[in-house]
């Protein structure tokens, strides 16, 4: 925790300055660009990796960047992608899946999670990304495979599928690889991200 306060008082004294006339703005203003989905793994650092400001990216992060396909019962991501999208009028939306992710990891390698049921239950909405990997324990496969299963899963979330019709938002699938810092950006792969 000492690093944590240490952080804080570090930030006051040499970020917050520098960026003071941006925090002002922010102050009455949030206007955010890009919905960005990603894993909650410490590791992946949305506004690092993106080269964004504070106040660029709405962030949600869930345990293997899963977004569950749409119900009438609301959710937490449900209710920040609603928000998101239809008061904040975000203009693009990135799933971003990453290398060596522990989700996506335990569910290609079959681990045990009888341990850690409201992750087992929680990974069940990588179920379609599982059904579209062929060759079983292949990590890297699974990652973009559920990237692309969680993209369908965000247009059937009613604000997404309207924005969508109306062409006011696009939709982006992309794997951050943590060893080389680079990002794939899986449209460029072929047309699976036609949803
Ligand atoms: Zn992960």
């Given at each position: ?33 890009t ?11 949305p506004?690092?990796?993106?080269g ?33 999208v ?37 990974l ?19 990652v ?11 247009a ?7 924005a ?11 794997v951050?690889?943590i ?10 792969a072929?047309?699976a991200?036609?949803?």
């Amino acid at each position: 925790m000492q690093d944590l306060t240490e952080g804080v008082a570090r930030f006051q004294r040499d970020v917050f300055p520098a960026k003071a006339e941006l925090f002002a703005h922010l102050a009455t203003h949030h206007t955010p660009h890009t919905l960005f989905i990603s894993c909650s793994d410490a590791r992946v650092v949305p506004e690092l990796i993106t080269g964004t400001e504070p106040g660029d990216l709405f962030v949600i992060r869930t345990a293997g960047n899963l977004v569950p396909a749409y119900t009438p019962e609301a959710d937490g991501v449900a209710a920040s992608i609603e928000y998101a999208v239809a008061a904040l009028g975000v203009k693009d939306i990135v799933v971003c899946g990453h290398s060596a992710c522990g989700a996506m990891t335990a569910l290609a390698q079959g681990h045990d999670l009888s341990g850690a049921p409201a992750v087992a239950a929680w990974l069940r909405h990588a179920d379609a990304s599982q059904a579209h990997t062929t060759a079983a324990g292949d990590v890297p496969a699974l990652v973009r495979q559920n990237v692309l299963a969680q993209l369908a899963n965000l247009a059937t979330h009613p604000s997404v599928a309207k924005a969508l019709a109306e062409r006011k938002v696009a939709l982006h699938g992309w794997v951050y690889d943590i060893p080389t810092g680079r990002v794939e950006d899986l449209a460029a792969a072929g047309p699976a991200l036609a949803v």
